[in-house]
């Protein structure tokens, strides 16, 4: 979610999520209530990549379950359009910090829903606000509806951020991934997934935070060579992919497992 993550750059009238709120911003308009997922949409249909990658040995193709991450940036996809062409999950960004919004989470939230993509929503971590604080807002404005995928908590340095570019110290960060996993976990009935990028997997040893499962973005390697030892469950692998019903480039990722594997991950790990 790199090229996604800092809504605060192009909205310069909020108050960062970092810095001091000036007023309670508004939670986020009624989501509709979920439907049935299908649980394989098969595989990726139509799809294609605007910087392609020339992957030696393993790669991202040979899996067969693929899905997208979504925020304003991708604004109104054919989410009919995107499930019939092989998309098979979701997952929405919600909040950042904490008191931002993404003003497309309910869109897309409703809009996934109606075409059948088992969806999920995301977080932003900002390091200059209190975990509770984030876990909160987050809380506030994504509903705990059974079926949904398990919240992810998105895990990367924020240097082009206006309020927040800290680097805290690798034991401060981990935890305050510990508070705010272990508060959404109570709150959703479900572990959060945690989302990460290289550098900051690497600066900040979660190889040695254990008992999450994680989606990793690696656009030039797998992730069993750049993330060494590391278990993965879903694979970021592009950051500028097309597909059907959707404008322009977008995230595409995919699950580390068959279909069948794939349907009983969502059976065991979707929200309570």
């Given at each position: 979610?790199?090229?996604?993550?800092?809504?605060?750059?192009?909205?310069?009238?909020?108050?960062?999520?970092?810095?001091?709120?000036?007023?309670?911003?508004?939670?986020?308009?009624?989501?509709?209530?979920?439907?049935?997922?299908?649980?394989?949409?098969?595989?990726?249909?139509?799809?294609?990549?605007?910087?392609?990658?020339?992957?030696?040995?393993?790669?991202?193709?040979?899996?067969?379950?693929?899905?997208?991450?979504?925020?304003?940036?991708?604004?109104?996809?054919?989410?009919?359009?995107?499930?019939?062409?092989?998309?098979?999950?979701?997952?929405?960004?919600?909040?950042?910090?904490?008191?931002l919004l993404d003003p497309s989470f309910s869109g897309h939230w409703n809009a996934a829903a109606d075409a059948g993509v088992p969806r999920g929503a995301y977080h932003v971590y900002y390091?200059?606000?209190?975990?509770?604080?984030?876990?909160?807002?987050?809380?506030?404005?994504?509903?705990?509806?059974?079926?949904?995928?398990?919240?992810?908590?998105?895990?990367?340095?924020?240097?082009?951020?206006?309020?927040?570019?800290?680097?805290?110290?690798?034991?401060?960060?981990?935890?305050?991934?510990?508070?705010?996993?272990?508060?959404?976990?109570?709150?959703?009935?479900?572990?959060?997934?945690?989302?990460?990028?290289?550098?900051?997997?690497?600066?900040?040893?979660?190889?040695?935070?254990?008992?999450?499962?994680?989606?990793?973005?690696?656009?030039?390697?797998?992730?069993?060579?750049?993330?060494?030892?590391?278990?993965?469950?879903?694979?970021?692998?592009?950051?500028?992919?097309?597909?059907?019903?959707?404008?322009?480039?977008?995230?595409?990722?995919?699950?580390?497992?068959?279909?069948?594997?794939?349907?009983?991950?969502?059976?065991?790990?979707?929200?309570?």
């Amino acid at each position: 979610m790199t090229r996604r993550t800092f809504l605060s750059l192009s909205v310069p009238f909020v108050v960062g999520a970092c810095g001091r709120r000036s007023a309670e911003p508004a939670s986020a308009p009624p989501l509709a209530s979920p439907v049935s997922p299908r649980a394989y949409a098969g595989p990726p249909r139509g799809w294609g990549d605007e910087d392609p990658h020339d992957w030696p040995g393993r790669r991202p193709y040979g899996l067969p379950v693929h899905g997208v991450d979504a925020s304003r940036y991708d604004p109104n996809p054919d989410w009919r359009g995107a499930a019939q062409s092989g998309v098979s999950f979701a997952w929405i960004k919600a909040t950042e910090g904490g008191d931002l919004l993404d003003p497309s989470f309910s869109g897309h939230w409703n809009a996934a829903a109606d075409a059948g993509v088992p969806r999920g929503a995301y977080h932003v971590y900002y390091h200059c606000r209190p975990a509770e604080d984030q876990a909160r807002w987050f809380i506030r404005n994504v509903p705990r509806q059974p079926g949904s995928l398990p919240p992810v908590l998105d895990m990367e340095w924020t240097p082009f951020s206006p309020t927040c570019t800290a680097r805290p110290p690798a034991a401060e960060v981990r935890a305050g991934m510990a508070i705010f996993l272990r508060m959404l976990t109570a709150h959703y009935g479900t572990r959060p997934v945690i989302y990460t990028v290289p550098d900051f997997y690497d600066d900040n040893d979660l190889g040695s935070f254990a008992g999450y499962e994680y989606w990793l973005r690696s656009t030039a390697a797998h992730p069993t060579d750049r993330y060494p030892g590391g278990p993965w469950t879903f694979w970021q692998y592009s950051g500028t992919g097309t597909l059907p019903g959707f404008d322009g480039s977008t995230d595409l990722n995919a699950f580390n497992g068959s279909p069948v594997a794939f349907q009983s991950w969502l059976a065991r790990r979707s929200v309570r």
